[in-house]
């Protein structure tokens, strides 16, 4: 990986030390690779001039700078590392709920139950309807939108209104884990067709009123909530076996949560 020509040399230097300690390690040029990946380190403020840096091939890994000195944070250079290593991505030794969804009613059910997992650990309530929201919506989008059929037709995304539950073979899933403030959420689709397009596109009106992309079932404010109500968003895609997303949200109050600093890391193999 290397740093994007944009970044200050004074801030690499200053992300260099924590970087390493999270095994990402950077390159001064493209190396071996002919596409190496980029990262972007940035104040967090997420603009739609950022949906350029998505539609890179690879897509540009943007990690928020955090703090009286910005600097990248611990967790989320470890989750980065994760995310490039094909490790879990959930922190480690956390306790991990998970749970098998085949049902719109089990994505409310899970929803409710993770809300809960927030309240129980000194969450707000805020933020605990935060979560729920996010869990609406990340499970949905892999529940609904993902499953395709062998010749690449979606099975439920322009019907999703009236679908009550999917095929066995079609269910998803999706786990937690709270970890120093903040709850962690998962949910794993076997399909693996998620791209960063949806989401440039949910950054292309960011600050903006939100445009529903009907095209692909609805799902364009879906990812807008995702990304306002997260302080980050990793996927790691496995074309044509796996989607994995996961959403790391603060327990603390909500107020102007769009505006907070935020993460955005989409890798796909």
């Given at each position: 990986m290397i740093a994007d020509e944009s970044l200050p040399p004074a801030l690499l230097e200053q992300a260099a030390p924590l970087l390493t300690q999270g095994g990402v390690a950077l390159h001064p040029g493209p190396g071996l690779s002919s596409r190496p990946r980029r990262l972007v380190l940035f104040d967090g403020r997420l603009t739609p001039s950022h949906a350029e840096l998505l539609l890179r091939e690879p897509p540009a890994l943007l990690l928020a700078t955090r703090g009286a000195q910005p600097r990248p944070s611990a967790w989320e250079v470890r989750l980065l590392g994760a995310l490039l290593r094909g490790g879990s991505l959930l922190p480690e030794g956390a306790a991990v709920t998970r749970k098998q969804l085949w049902s719109v009613a089990d994505i409310g059910a899970a929803g409710t139950e993770a809300a809960v997992a927030v309240t129980r650990a000194g969450g707000s309530r805020a933020a605990a309807a935060l979560v729920g929201d996010v869990v609406h919506e990340i499970a949905a989008n892999a529940l609904l939108d993902a499953p395709v059929d062998s010749d690449g037709q979606q099975r439920y995304a322009h019907r999703r209104?009236?679908?009550?539950?999917?095929?066995?073979?079609?269910?998803?899933?999706?786990?937690?884990?709270?970890?120093?403030?903040?709850?962690?959420?998962?949910?794993?689709?076997?399909?693996?067709?998620?791209?960063?397009?949806?989401?440039?596109?949910?950054?292309?009106?960011?600050?903006?009123?939100?445009?529903?992309?009907?095209?692909?079932?609805?799902?364009?404010?879906?990812?807008?909530?995702?990304?306002?109500?997260?302080?980050?968003?990793?996927?790691?895609?496995?074309?044509?076996?796996?989607?994995?997303?996961?959403?790391?949200?603060?327990?603390?109050?909500?107020?102007?949560?769009?505006?907070?600093?935020?993460?955005?890391?989409?890798?796909?193999?």
């Open positions: 209104t009236q679908v009550r539950e999917v095929a066995p073979e079609d269910s998803c899933e999706l786990a937690w884990a709270v970890e120093d403030g903040r709850i962690w959420l998962e949910v794993v689709d076997r399909f693996g067709g998620l791209r960063p397009g949806p989401f440039a596109r949910a950054l292309e009106g960011w600050g903006g009123r939100v445009q529903v992309d009907a095209s692909g079932g609805g799902a364009g404010l879906g990812l807008r909530r995702i990304l306002e109500h997260s302080d980050t968003v990793a996927v790691r895609v496995t074309a044509g076996r796996e989607s994995r997303v996961v959403c790391v949200v603060d327990l603390g109050e909500a107020r102007r949560r769009a505006t907070q600093p935020k993460s955005l890391l989409f890798c796909s193999q």
